[in-house]
């Protein structure tokens, strides 16, 4: 990927983290789009997206704590079963064309 690529990536990922966390998103699907057109290898786009998902749905879940927007007791049955599900999939392998047209599918609908 050239120089001019990287720094088209900085703004695109600024851009989509404030537009997915103003809704209290990670944009993990926004990063994924934008790294396919720059076509950055599959592995990369995974743990890419991932990285930056993690810090932009941690800063909207401190935001939205401090304006008093959080339920312990409604948020508790989505991570029990969102955990254990996140980690089965992230353990699956998946081969590069079936990642591509999953990817394709996901991003188009």
Known sequence: ???E??????????LIALL?????????SGYL?????VA???DEMATTALI????VATVALV????AGHFSARLTWPFIVT???AAFLGGIAPVPVRVYAILLALALGV
């Open 33 to 37: 789009a934008v790294l396919s057109l």
């Open 5 to 14: 690529l990287h720094w088209l990536l900085v703004p695109s990922f600024f």
């Open 52 to 55: 930056l998902n993690l810090f």
């Open 82 to 84: 969102s955990v254990p």
């Open 20 to 28: 997915y966390a103003s809704v209290g998103h990670g944009g993990a």
């Open 40 to 42: 950055v290898k599959p």
């Open 63 to 66: 935001s939205f704590m401090r």
């Open 1 to 3: 990927m050239s120089m």
